[in-house]
């Protein structure tokens, strides 16, 4: 088996000390070091958490294999909290779908099955420097690449088939945003991920992935600006969100006006 080959199955099938020589190899592969290897619990089962440093920045260790992605919306039940909330946006008179499911199927990658390979990825978004068509070209200088789609939501949920990656609800009492340190801000969002990525945390944080097909965990601040409501402020910190109007508007003519909002996930491969 190459360090590309390794699923996520059989990471979680390994020892801690065989965990630990996988992270070896993987660090040596990319001339960095292993700075961390625990195990912590995911999903009611323990998971490996690797964390590699290269070149002053910390990459985790995400296997890949055959993975689940999407939202499944057919299995999913909204609570009232979040039926009422959509419901005042409409009676506000926000142009959306009449039922909530048929929007969120717009806002979200659709179910699917899909094979990745095994990859390092930056435990922290870094801005981007240049416009969004200028960064591939920024990143392989550096050795380096932008996660694709399916790479970027893989890492983020780690296998949950929940809305975020910490369940299907949000807070009620807590806003989207904010990094925690204003002594304010908790919950799950300011938690690193199952693989130790800080990642979906912050709206106002808006990441990119490789093709152009979608804006992962952030908005911008849109929905919070706009008054969207709960569920709409929320809805970019979903593992699957897509964000089409991000999107649309990142590629289109004006895009360059929002480079500082925008970040991006460097990835490094494996063979």
Same mark, same amino acid.
């Given at each position: 088996?190459?360090?590309?080959?390794?699923?996520?199955?059989?990471?979680?099938?390994?020892?801690?000390?065989?965990?630990?020589?996988? $992270?070896?190899?993987?660090?040596?592969?990319?001339?960095?070091?292993?700075?961390?290897?625990?195990?912590?619990?995911?999903?009611?089962?323990?998971?490996?958490?690797?964390?590699? @440093?290269?070149?002053?920045?910390?990459?985790?260790?995400?296997?890949? !294999?055959?993975?689940? *992605?999407?939202?499944?919306?057919?299995?999913?039940?909204?609570?009232?909290?979040?039926?009422?909330?959509?419901?005042?946006?409409?009676?506000?008179?926000?142009?959306?779908?009449?039922?909530?499911?048929?929007?969120?199927?717009?806002?979200?990658?659709?179910?699917?099955?899909?094979?990745?390979?095994?990859? *390092?990825?930056?435990?922290? $978004?870094?801005?981007?420097?240049?416009?969004?068509?200028?960064?591939?070209?920024?990143?392989?200088?550096?050795? *380096?690449?932008?996660?694709?789609?399916?790479?970027?939501?893989?890492?983020?949920?780690?296998?949950?088939?929940?809305?975020?990656?910490?369940?299907?609800?949000?807070?009620?009492?807590?806003?989207?945003?904010?990094? %925690? %340190? =204003? !002594? %304010?801000?908790?919950?799950?969002?300011?938690?690193?991920? $199952?693989?130790?990525?800080?990642?979906?945390? =912050?709206?106002?944080?808006?990441?990119?992935?490789?093709?152009?097909?979608?804006?992962?965990?952030? =908005? !911008?601040?849109?929905?919070?600006?706009? %008054?969207?409501?709960?569920?709409?402020?929320?809805?970019? *910190?979903?593992?699957?969100?897509?964000?089409?109007?991000?999107? @649309?508007?990142?590629?289109?003519?004006? !895009?360059?006006?929002?480079?500082?909002?925008?970040?991006?996930?460097?990835?490094?491969?494996?063979?």
């Amino acid at each position: 088996m190459t360090l590309a080959e390794l699923t996520l199955a059989q990471w979680r099938s390994f020892g801690p000390a065989a965990a630990r020589r996988l $992270a070896r190899e993987a660090a040596a592969d990319v001339g960095g070091r292993v700075r961390l290897v625990e195990t912590v619990e995911h999903l009611g089962a323990p998971l490996h958490r690797a964390l590699i @440093e290269r070149d002053g920045r910390e990459f985790a260790l995400i296997p890949g !294999g055959r993975v689940r *992605l999407g939202f499944d919306l057919e299995a999913w039940q909204p609570t009232p909290e979040q039926v009422a909330d959509y419901a005042e946006c409409l009676a506000e008179g926000f142009a959306w779908a009449p039922d909530i499911k048929a929007h969120l199927a717009d806002e979200l990658s659709p179910p699917r099955t899909v094979e990745l390979a095994a990859v *390092l990825m930056a435990v922290e $978004a870094e801005e981007l420097t240049e416009p969004a068509a200028d960064m591939p070209g920024v990143l392989a200088a550096r050795g *380096l690449r932008m996660p694709d789609p399916d790479e970027w939501e893989h890492a983020c949920g780690a296998g949950a088939t929940t809305l975020f990656r910490w369940g299907d609800d949000y807070p009620l009492d807590a806003a989207p945003y904010g990094g %925690g %340190g =204003d !002594g %304010g801000a908790t919950g799950p969002r300011l938690e690193r991920n $199952a693989f130790g990525l800080r990642i979906a945390y =912050d709206v106002y944080s808006a990441e990119l992935s490789g093709g152009g097909r979608a804006v992962h965990g952030g =908005d !911008g601040g849109e929905a919070v600006c706009g %008054g969207y409501g709960r569920l709409r402020e929320w809805l970019p *910190l979903a593992t699957a969100g897509i964000n089409p109007s991000m999107v @649309e508007f990142v590629h289109g003519p004006d !895009g360059e006006d929002v480079i500082d909002s925008l970040s991006v996930r460097p990835v490094l491969s494996l063979r």
